[in-house]
């Protein structure tokens, strides 16, 4: 079970690694373009940070602009990078051509099982399901999960798109590895109202 940050937002992650409880990073564009900042900016003041594992995703045309996108990662970040394809038969060739040679992949924007059977065949470290994407088209964002799960596929299952804590736990419950999580959600997981309540009554008592 591990917990990795779903954001481009480096002071946030910063603040938040004391804790020991985070140790990877994933990115996509939008997150990145949210940040305003240059995405090398971004991956090397996460690397700066003692990131270790920091996924980076790749955006073409065809297969041959993904995997060039991708060898200048490798080139760049060497063991930091974890490059993000698309479920695509671009992305999923170029998936294969990369973990084929030792450089770990997420494969992104996974919908279905089948999907996710084909990223792990094309040897995806990661696979990404995106729960909340598939619940705001009225589909079922946890089956998914159990439905993955249920395949067997070897690749970790690393789950995505999450908009609140107790998706965190069902995403666990029902078969993922890893949730990525967005930094509010992440936050909201310490939270709750009785351990509040606990914790002004128990510092009263004891004043
Ligand atoms: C996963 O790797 C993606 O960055 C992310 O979880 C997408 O989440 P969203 O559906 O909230 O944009």
Known sequence: MKLFLDTADVKEVK???STGLISRITTNPTLIFKSGEHPQDVYWELIKLGIK???MEV???NEKDLFARAMGHVKTYGEHATI???CSVDGLNVCKRLSTVGIRVNVTLIFSPAQAILASLAGATYISPFIGRMD???LDGMKLINDIKNTGVSAQILAASIRDPQSVSTAFALGADICT???GVFDKMYQHVLTDKGIEQFNKDAS
Do not use: E, M, Y
Request: proline residues 11%; glycine residues 6%; neutral net charge.
């Open 15 to 17: 603040k938040r690694l």
């Open 53 to 55: 594992d920091v996924s």
């Open 59 to 61: 955006v073409g045309d």
């Open 84 to 86: 993000k394809v698309p």
């Open 136 to 138: 705001d088209n009225s």
């Open 181 to 183: 999580v967005p930094i």
